[in-house]
T-cell receptor
Framework: SAVISQKPSRDICQRGTSLTIQCQVD?????MFWYRQQPGQSLTLIAT?????????ESGFVIDKFPISRPNLTFSTLTVSNMSPEDSSIYLC??????????FGSGTRLTVV | SQQGEEDPQALSIQEGENATMNCSYK?????LQWYRQNSGRGLVHLIL?????REKHSGRLRVTLDTSKKSSSLLITASRAADTASYFC????????????FGKGTHLIIQP
């Protein structure tokens, strides 16, 4: 299965600023997924990123708040923009498919103060 | 809406005992997967069971699936301290859409 390198692993940010999270995969993949895990909660899919097209966002998530880039088949970034304390969460990227299962990055623990 | 609901939300047992976690879901699925998360880090894929399978084993893990009841269970036998983690069930989103819908998770604590 694919190996994902996600960074940063954690960050503490001031409200109103933005943070960009990077995920690098060791093989080419068609789709990459971004999830949010709020404190003590489960994971929620933010968006699906395909190379060469705009990301597809789930209900409740918008591009202005969570812009995603997918410049090639092994790399993607998620930016959390204009942060507020409510954005404090763990953000995870993932690759795979429903047939074989998914691999996840190690997560980015974001704290907004 | 929340697809999966794990039960119990928290479970504490003695090392060596068996741990059973349950998951229910609402819509039809192609498969159901279980993941482990240690200390709020990344998720590790444990096992995938397809909708036409009823039971699957992997090492000390046993998963069952009852599509008529829309439920699944994860059994960890002979638990170890290293099994302490949060366990999530997840289902595909149906209609060919990729990505997962996760349950709320069970936090398992193995007492040494």
């Amino acid at each position: 299965s694919a190996v994902i390198s996600q960074k940063p692993s954690r960050d503490i940010c001031q409200r109103g600023t933005s943070l960009t999270i990077q995920c690098q995969v060791d093989s080419q993949v068609t789709m990459m997924f971004w999830y949010r895990q709020q404190p003590g909660q489960s994971l929620t899919l933010i968006a699906t990123a395909n190379q060469g097209s705009e990301a597809t966002y789930e209900s409740g998530f918008v591009i202005d708040k969570f812009p995603i880039s997918r410049p090639n088949l092994t790399f993607s970034t998620l930016t959390v923009s204009n942060m507020s304390p409510e954005d404090s969460s763990i953000y995870l990227c993932s690759v795979g498919g429903w047939v074989v299962g998914y691999t996840f990055g190690s997560g980015t623990r974001l704290t907004v103060v | 809406s929340q697809q999966g609901e794990e039960d119990p939300q928290a479970l504490s047992i003695q090392e060596g005992e068996n741990a059973t976690m349950n998951c229910s879901y609402k819509t039809s699925i192609n498969n159901l997967q279980w993941y482990r998360q240690n200390s709020g880090r990344g998720l590790v894929h444990l096992i995938l069971i397809r909708s036409n399978e009823r039971e699957k084993h992997s090492g000390r893990l046993r998963v069952t699936l009852d599509t008529s009841k829309k439920s699944s269970s994860l059994l960890i036998t002979a638990s170890r301290a290293a099994d302490t983690a949060s366990y999530f069930c997840a289902t595909d989103r149906g209609g060919g859409a990729d990505g997962l819908t996760f349950g709320k998770g069970t936090h398992l604590i193995i007492q040494p």
